[in-house]
C-alpha cells in the first residue's frame, strides 16, 4: 500500500464542508500523481479542474443507468482497394445540459471509479445491437471494433461474458474485435493474455492500438494474441517524410512475418495514404477517408444483402 493525502486548510481554502472537501480531493488528486507517499497542500490553481472531474465522476452513474451514451462508427478501409472493411465503434456522451462529451473528458474519470467496468459493458451491449439492427435491416454488416479498457480485463470472465452475450444476440463472434492499448497489456498481462486468447480462439479479432506510443515493446507483439496493428497517427502524421516511413515499413515487414493486419490510424492526406499503402500497411482509417459517423450514415456504406 501507499498513501495520498491532500490537505486544505479553513477557511483559506474553503469556507464550508464541501468546498473544503473539494479542495483537499482536488490536493489529493495532485499527490497521486507523484511517486511513492505524497502530501500535497493545496493551491488555487487546482481547483477548477479537479471540480469538473469530480463532477464528472458523479454524473457518470447515472449516466450509465439512463444510458446517455452512443456509439458512432468510424470506417477501416482495405489500403489498396479502398474497400470498406469495418469500423471502429467510438463512444460519445450526451449528457443533457452539456451537449456531446468526448471520450478523451470522461473515459479516464470512469477508469478511475472503477465505472468503466459498467460502461464498457454496456458499450460492448450497444456494438451488439447494432450488428443486429442491421443485419434485421438486411445489410450485409462487417465487424465492428471496441475499445476496451485495461480495467475491464480485472474480470476474469470478461472474455466469457462476451462470448456469451454475442452467442444471445445470434452474432458471429467474427463480427466483433477488441482494441486494447498497449498500457493495457503491460500492467495486467496475467488477466489480459488468457482472455485474449480465448477470444481469438472463439473469432473475435483483437487489435493492438495506439502502436508506437508507449514502450512499443517487440516481445509484446509476439506474446500477444493480437491479429491486428493499429499505428498510432503520431506515426502516420509525418508521412511521406523518409525517417518516419522506415519506422513504419519496419513494423509493416514485423507485422506482416507475425500474420498481423496493420491499420494506419488518423489518415488525414493522400500523401499519408499512398505512403501508407506503399509501406505495407493492410487497411486505412482517418478523416482523409471517413470521419466517425452517426449509425444512419454508417448503415448507409453497408451493402443490402440480395
Ligand atoms: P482511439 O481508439 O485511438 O480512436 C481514434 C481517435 O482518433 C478517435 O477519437 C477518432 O475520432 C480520432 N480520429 C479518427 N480519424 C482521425 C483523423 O484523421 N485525424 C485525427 N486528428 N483524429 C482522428 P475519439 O473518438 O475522441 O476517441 C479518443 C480515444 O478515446 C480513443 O482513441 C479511445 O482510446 C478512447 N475511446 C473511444 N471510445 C471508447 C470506448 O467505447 N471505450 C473505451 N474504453 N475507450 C474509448
Ligand atoms: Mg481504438
Ligand atoms: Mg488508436
Not at 493551491?43 to 464528472?56: D, F, H, Q, V
Not at 473515459?107 to 434485421?136: D, F, K, M, S
Not at 509484446?220 to 509525418?238: A, C, H, N, Q, V
Request: net charge negative; glycine share 8%; charged share 20%.
Amino acid at each position: 500500500m501507499h498513501m495520498s493525502v491532500g490537505v486544505a486548510r479553513f477557511p483559506a481554502h474553503g469556507d464550508s464542508g464541501a468546498a473544503l472537501l473539494r479542495a483537499a480531493d482536488a490536493a489529493m488528486h495532485r499527490a497521486k500523481h507523484q511517486a511513492g507517499a505524497t502530501v500535497v497542500l493545496f493551491e488555487p490553481g487546482m481547483a477548477n479542474r479537479s471540480g469538473t472531474l469530480l463532477e464528472i465522476e458523479q454524473a457518470l452513474g447515472a449516466a450509465i443507468e439512463q444510458c446517455e451514451f452512443v456509439l458512432e462508427y468510424q470506417p477501416k478501409f482495405v489500403a489498396r482497394s479502398r474497400e470498406l472493411s469495418g469500423f471502429e465503434a467510438l463512444v460519445r456522451w450526451q449528457r443533457p445540459g452539456f451537449g456531446r462529451v468526448s471520450p478523451v473528458e470522461f473515459i479516464p474519470a470512469a477508469e478511475r471509479t472503477g465505472q468503466i467496468v459498467a460502461l464498457g459493458a454496456l458499450l460492448l451491449r450497444l456494438a451488439a445491437q447494432q450488428l443486429r439492427r442491421w443485419r434485421a435491416q438486411g445489410l450485409a454488416v462487417l465487424p465492428v471494433a471496441v475499445n476496451v479498457s485495461p480495467l475491464q480485463f480485472e474480470d476474469a470472465g470478461l472474455a466469457d461474458w462476451l462470448l456469451a452475450m454475442l452467442s444471445d444476440h445470434g452474432l458471429d463472434p467474427a463480427l466483433i474485435e477488441v482494441e486494447i492499448t498497449e498500457t493495457a497489456a503491460i500492467t495486467h498481462m496475467d488477466r489480459v493474455l488468457p482472455q485474449l486468447a480465448r477470444l481469438r480462439d472463439a473469432g473475435v479479432g483483437v487489435a493492438f492500438d495506439d502502436f508506437g506510443t508507449g514502450q512499443s515493446s517487440l516481445t509484446l507483439l509476439r506474446r500477444l494474441p493480437i491479429t491486428t496493428l493499429k499505428l498510432d497517427r503520431s506515426m502516420i502524421e509525418p508521412l511521406p517524410e523518409p525517417a518516419a516511413g522506415a519506422v513504419v515499413r519496419a513494423a509493416c515487414v514485423l507485422a506482416d512475418a507475425l500474420g498481423l493486419a496493420v491499420v494506419a490510424e488518423g489518415v488525414e492526406t493522400e500523401a499519408q495514404a499512398q505512403a501508407a499503402e506503399r509501406l505495407g500497411c493492410t487497411h486505412l482509417q482517418g478523416r482523409l477517408l471517413a470521419g466517425p459517423l452517426a449509425s444512419e450514415a454508417a448503415a448507409a456504406l453497408l451493402v443490402k444483402q440480395p
